[in-house]
């Protein structure tokens, strides 16, 4: 049974930066596409980010271009968010998602495959 486990959120103010883990246990880490999406309240969930395999390639979603970046250790089994500049838009709840045995960077839930509990981010202006 493959779980993922965020953490790093909590409460910062504009311009703040926050840097979200995500934990994943059961199956091959490595073999995985890792991503992150966000949920605001009374909107869809939405992609923030996502790394292939190796880490060698990357996709975001243009609001966060420039401010955010994803990053991988496959050694530790860990997919991480590094959010600076953040601005009170980006208050949501980050969930990290895993495409097992992926091959392709994918930026709709549907490409997912397992996903974590969720973590709140607030920023306050």
């Known amino acids: 049974q493959v779980q993922l486990v965020e953490s790093g959120g909590g409460l910062v103010q504009a311009g703040g930066s926050l840097r979200l883990s995500c934990a994943a246990s059961?199956?091959?880490?490595?073999?995985?596409?890792m991503g992150w999406f966000r949920q605001a309240p009374g909107k869809e969930r939405e992609f923030v980010a996502a790394?292939?395999?190796?880490?060698?390639?990357?996709g975001y979603v243009d609001s966060v271009k420039g401010r955010f970046t994803i990053s991988r250790d496959n050694a530790k089994n860990t997919v991480y968010l590094q959010m600076n500049s953040l601005v009170p838009e980006d208050t949501a709840v980050y969930y990290c998602?895993?495409?097992?045995?992926?091959?392709?960077?994918?930026?709709?839930?549907?490409?997912?495959?397992?996903w974590g509990q969720g973590a709140q981010v607030t920023v306050s202006s």
């Open positions: 790394i292939s395999r190796g880490g060698r390639s990357t």
């Open positions: 998602a895993a495409d097992w045995n992926g091959s392709a960077i994918r930026r709709t839930r549907q490409g997912y495959d397992y």
């Open positions: 059961g199956g091959t880490f490595s073999k995985n596409v």
